[in-house]
C-alpha cells in the first residue's frame, strides 16, 4: 500500500496539532507541517476549512477535522489501534475524556502498561504528547501517578518521535 500524502495545517504551535504531530512521527510517516500566523494569515484561510477551525489533515487533499478523529483515522490506517473493538471502544473514551485525562490515565495505566491491552496504539501517544505538555507547564502534576510517567517515557523513547522532539520548531505553547 502506498502512504498517502499528508498535510497537517495549523498555527505555529504545538496546541492541538501537537498529537496528531506525535502519531505521525511514531507511525513514520512524512507530512507537510504547514504553520501559519493566526493573526496575519487565519482570518483568509478559516472559510477554506470545514468548520472554520484547524488543525486540519488533507489525505490526499481530502479535508478531515477534529485532532482526536484525526489521531484515531491514523492510529487505524497505520497500525496504531486496537483491532478488539471493546479496547478500541475504551481508547476512544479515555482520548475524549481528554480535560479530566490525569485521573482517568492514572486510573487506567495503574492497570495495564498500555491504554488499549498489550499493544501501543495512537491513544497512548495523544495521552503522553497531553500530559507530557501539561506537566512541563505543572511540574509536579504527576508526581502521584509514575505509571504516567513510564507512559511518557516509553512513548517519547520511540526513535522516530524521539528525532521529532528534537528537530521541532521551539514555540511557547
Ligand atoms: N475540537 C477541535 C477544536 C478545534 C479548535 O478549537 N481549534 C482552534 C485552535 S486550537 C481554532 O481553530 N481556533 C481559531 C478559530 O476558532 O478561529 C479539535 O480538537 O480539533
Redo the contacts with the bound molecule.
Keep these: 500500500m502506498t502512504s498517502p500524502e499528508y498535510r497537517l495545517e495549523y498555527?505555529n504551535l504545538r496546541?492541538?496539532a501537537e498529537p496528531i504531530r506525535w502519531v505521525l512521527a511514531v507511525a513514520e510517516q512524512p507530512y507537510q507541517d504547514v504553520r501559519f500566523d493566526k493573526e496575519t494569515e487565519?482570518p483568509k484561510k478559516?472559510s477554506d476549512t470545514p468548520y472554520?477551525?484547524?488543525?486540519v489533515l488533507y489525505v490526499d487533499g481530502r479535508p478531515l477535522?477534529?485532532?482526536?478523529a484525526i489521531c484515531r483515522y491514523l492510529g487505524a490506517v497505520h497500525g496504531l489501534s486496537s483491532k478488539d473493538p471493546w479496547l478500541a471502544a475504551v481508547g476512544d473514551e479515555v482520548a475524549d475524556s481528554v480535560h479530566d485525562l490525569l485521573p482517568v490515565a492514572a486510573q487506567i495505566v495503574y492497570a495495564n502498561t498500555f491504554f488499549c491491552g498489550d499493544e501501543l496504539t495512537w491513544v497512548d501517544v495523544f495521552v503522553a504528547c497531553y500530559l507530557s505538555q501539561l506537566s512541563s507547564q505543572h511540574k509536579d502534576c504527576l508526581d502521584a501517578a509514575p505509571k504516567v510517567r513510564d507512559l511518557i517515557s516509553t512513548v517519547t523513547s520511540k526513535p522516530a518521535l524521539k528525532k521529532w522532539l528534537e528537530v521541532r520548531p521551539v514555540t511557547p505553547m
Design positions: 498555527f496546541g492541538r487565519w478559516k472554520g477551525k484547524v488543525p477535522s477534529q485532532s482526536v
